[in-house]
């Protein structure tokens, strides 16, 4: 049974960092994608990683967050720097493209001064 856990959210200022962890059992991490989901807004794709190491980030993230995975510990990370108000949402992990059953409960990231 598919298990994605996620953890590392929080509280933070703008300007500041945060790093999520993406723990998955049961599951190879061969396309993993983080995703967020602000309130009265679609859920979308912010960064994704195959298992060669092959990144993506979306417009909006570049430059700023970084994606990483440890296929050892089918665990997958998302450092998040130079946060700003706009990135306050849930964030979610899942294949890319997601699978529907594997939705979790997210990590709630808020920035705010």
């Known amino acids: 049974q598919v298990q994605i856990v996620e953890s590392g959210g929080g509280f933070v200022q703008p300007g500041g960092s945060l790093s999520l962890s993406c723990a998955a059992s049961?599951?190879?991490?061969?396309?993993m994608g983080w995703y967020r989901q602000a309130p009265g807004k679609q859920r979308e794709l912010v960064a994704r990683?195959?298992?060669?190491?092959?990144?993506m980030y979306a417009d909006s993230v570049k430059g700023r967050f970084a994606i990483s995975g440890d296929n050892a510990k089918n665990t997958v990370y998302l450092q998040m720097n130079s946060l700003k108000p706009e990135d306050t949402a849930v964030y979610y992990c899942?294949?890319?493209?997601?699978?529907?059953?594997?939705w979790g409960q997210g990590t709630q990231v808020t920035v705010s001064s």
């Open positions: 899942n294949t890319a493209p997601p699978t529907y059953r594997y």
């Open positions: 049961g599951t190879s991490i061969a396309y």
């Open positions: 990683i195959t298992s060669g190491g092959s990144t």
